[in-house]
């Protein structure tokens, strides 16, 4: 029997058990700790979580707080102190320790990405078990599969003892199918149809597309934003009363279908008899009244009123004032349904901008995005400067969404910090090219490009093309500011082999060895001047079944020819985006002229214009004109003549295959080129706030003529279709499909589906 000192046990023993015990307790010095019951954990662990060490005198308060902390760490679902004489014996029982974490009937997640997510929550292999971290992990689980549209998913977790104090957790998961959305009824309206109105949501009941978009699940969020269209739809159109009275969601016994009902009130429809702009010091009164696009006698429109608001406040935010305000105070008449809005405006203090802030770049250095600030630290705050620099940032193409935001500095009434928040995207590309054509049959390209370079803003591109006809090996580098003041250098080193046997060209061969350097200066945030300087070696080659044209030129002037070519540009481009264009315009000239072995000119136009027609269609009409002639009484070679058919000309025609030809009807090229594309750009039906999908409904025409030819619009070949352009998850996609309108039976080679696919990184 061991000998205890039964005053310290008794007191010990009613202490765990939480109870005041009658008899007194005796403190005592602690000769030694023994520690029994551990199986894992090692008794060094014990002891630096114990309080009480060899050698004090252990007391009631001491013994309280060694219970506590023992308990603290989470390893012992129970623990006893007790005496034996002066040593001091402290009794643990282990909770048990994970094992193995499995999962069964899991398909929806990556079974290794659930088992990192619960082992971040503390439940993972190796970690001790607790059974309020399990049922946390198996709620988790389940709320996981709420938001897939899971709502039928059931999760049952099995807990099996093992040896050596340890256990094995099972998630046996039963996933059901994806609850969809079977019906959406809007209740109350009666001034729009409801397919109309239908048509504003994101969630829809299951359509053609839903398999990608997934808006045919339904979420609580997706809901209240779309709720919010309608709301602003209605206010738009001058129903000011408009309200939501209440919203149910139903879901079926088999938790499978879910039905959405939405009561609504419209009110009347008003209209506007007066805006007042209210009086200010800043800015010069009648300014400020031609921002107002309310007017009277219009219906109401709260976008307008809003952008009214915005602009003004804008106005004001140019001139410093970073938190300007112009509240509407309505005026109702409810008898004639009219409004009136006075617009109080309220400048606020002028302010200093004291830092700008960049997050959410991870791969692209802060330099990159600082260097295209025009708003600068420690100046006025300037709402226009700072607009433009997002526009600046989100023109590099290395983004694929740019915000600001303006805090005030807490103690600092006239100073503001700018943050910007961009979305990094994948700028890398590896593109892959196929055509298909029943001379050329099966072409593949390949180009691995990318515009960002380790961050440095830096552009590099490799392009392989392994086609038939082109066989094209090149390195292209550009720093786009080679200067601090924005001047851009850029290399280019290429071989290019053309193999024309099979084009619509008639056979020839060229094979081109070319280096060359071009920079680019600045003007203004919207203009560009270039120029460049290039030196080529060629080699042209012609066989028994080349056009007369062709011999005539090689048996003249020879078939090898080193030359150099200094070219020049100027770009003037309002676009507002470069991701997704809907306003602005964009205008090239370019011009070129060559010496040495081939001496001629080039000329070139490119003009393109955005026009919004709405929130969601874009009409964009480019017109591209081309004029080439040859120097020094020699004709312009004929491996530099224009061309015409295919896309980024006229879709639906094979490439090369407009122009004029010879007697064995071999397309020659020309000098001059006429070519125009009308397109209405929008999105994809059903999915409407995809902005990856987007389609085109367009109309081309061009044609390219000779030398002694009359520019005649009559001969203008045309072709009506379909484009797709889609940033699928592995990459972008063109695809086209055009109907040439006037080709010519016998003459014209036609090519209707082309498309283009690409990987990007």
Not at 737 to 747: C, F, L, M, W
Request: charged share 25%.
């Amino acid at each position: 029997m061991r000998k205890r000192n039964s005053a310290a046990l008794a007191w010990l023993l009613l202490a765990v058990a939480g109870v005041c015990g009658a008899q007194e307790f005796r403190p005592f010095t602690v000769k030694d700790i023994r520690i029994e019951g551990v199986q894992r954990t090692e008794p060094g662990t014990v002891f630096s979580y114990l309080t009480v060490k060899v050698g004090e005198t252990l007391t009631e308060e001491k013994a309280q707080q060694a219970l506590r902390a023992l308990y603290a760490t989470g390893f012992f679902k129970d623990v006893r102190l007790e005496a034996e004489g002066e040593v001091l014996v402290v009794m643990v029982e282990e909770r048990p320790a994970i094992a193995q974490v499995d999962f069964s009937g899991v398909s929806e997640f990556p079974v290794d990405a659930l088992r990192q997510a619960l082992r971040d929550t503390g439940l993972g292999e190796g970690r001790i078990f607790d059974r309020a971290t399990l049922e946390a992990a198996e709620q988790e689980l389940k709320r996981q599969y709420l938001s897939r549209g899971k709502y039928a998913a059931q999760v049952q977790t099995t807990v099996t003892p093992l040896e050596r104090n340890r256990v094995a957790v099972n998630f046996a998961v039963t996933e059901g199918e994806v609850a969809k959305i079977r019906g959406i009824n809007l209740v109350g309206a009666s001034a729009f149809s409801e397919s109309e109105l239908l048509g504003l949501f994101v969630l829809r009941t299951p359509g053609w597309l839903t398999w990608y978009t997934k808006h045919d699940q339904y979420s609580r969020q997706r809901l209240s934003a779309d709720l919010e269209t309608l709301r602003s739809f209605y206010l738009d159109r001058g129903y000011l009363d408009f309200t939501i009275d209440s919203t149910q969601v139903s879901i079926t016994p088999d938790r499978q279908d879910i039905y959405i009902t939405v009561n609504l009130s419209e009110g009347e429809k008003y209209t506007v008899s007066e805006v007042r702009v209210g009086p200010q010091s800043i800015v010069p009164q009648a300014e400020l009244e031609a921002l107002v696009q309310l007017k009277p006698g219009e219906v109401f429109s709260r976008r307008r009123l809003v952008e009214t608001q915005k602009a003004i406040a804008e106005r004001l935010g140019n001139e410093g004032y970073a938190f300007a305000n112009a509240n509407a105070v309505p005026e109702t008449d409810r008898d004639k349904r009219t409004v009136a809005f006075t617009l109080l405006v309220d400048p606020g203090r002028r302010v200093y901008v004291r830092r700008i802030n960049i997050v959410g770049n991870t791969k692209t250095r802060d330099e990159v995005i600082r260097r295209e600030m025009r708003q600068l630290e420690g100046a006025y705050y300037d709402a226009s400067r700072i607009q433009l620099s997002r526009r600046r940032i989100d023109r590099t193409s290395y983004f694929s969404e740019v915000n600001v935001q303006t805090a005030p500095v807490e103690g600092s009434p006239d100073q503001v910090d700018v943050t910007y928040s961009v979305t990094e995207r994948a700028t890398g590309s590896l593109s892959l090219g196929v055509g298909f054509s029943s001379l050329d049959k099966f072409i593949v390209t390949a180009s691995i490009t990318q515009p960002n370079v380790f961050g440095s803003g830096k552009y590099l591109s490799l392009q392989l093309n392994s086609g038939s006809v082109n066989q094209v090996y090149s390195l292209s580098y550009v720093d786009p500011y080679y200067t601090v003041d924005g001047v851009s250098r850029g290399f280019d080193l290429y071989k290019r082999t053309v193999d024309a046997t099979t084009l619509a060209t008639g056979a020839y061969a060229t094979d081109t060895l070319g280096a060359g350097m071009r920079f680019s200066y600045p003007l203004s945030e919207r203009d560009t001047i270039s120029f460049g300087i290039t030196g080529e070696d060629v080699t042209v080659e012609t066989f028994e079944n080349s056009s007369r044209v062709y011999k005539e030129f090689v048996e003249l002037f020879g078939s090898e020819y080193r030359y150099g070519a200094l070219s020049a540009g100027w770009a003037r481009d309002t676009r507002d985006s470069l991701i997704v264009t809907t306003a602005g315009t964009l205008t090239r000239l370019t011009g070129e002229i060559a010496f040495g072995g081939l001496e001629y000119y080039r000329l070139g136009i490119n003009q393109q214009f955005y026009w919004p027609l709405s929130t969601t269609f874009t009409l964009l009409w480019n017109v591209d004109l081309g004029y080439a002639k040859g120097l020094g009484n020699k004709p312009l070679p004929f491996f530099k003549n224009y061309y015409a058919g295919g896309p980024g000309t006229v879709r639906g025609f094979e490439d090369f295959s407009l122009g004029p030809r010879d007697l064995d009807n071999n397309v020659l090229g020309g000098t001059r080129r006429v070519v125009t594309n009308l397109e209405l750009l929008f999105p994809m039906p059903g999915a409407a706030q995809e902005k990856s999908l987007r389609l085109g409904a367009f109309i081309d025409a061009g044609q390219v003529y000779a030398a002694m030819q009359d520019v005649d619009l009559g001969l203008l070949r045309s072709s009506v279709g379909l484009a797709l352009s889609w940033a699928s998850p592995m990459g972008p996609l063109r695809l086209s499909y055009a109907k040439p309108v006037n080709e010519k039976e016998g003459i014209d080679r036609v090519q209707r589906l082309q498309f283009k696919f690409g990987t990007a990184f």
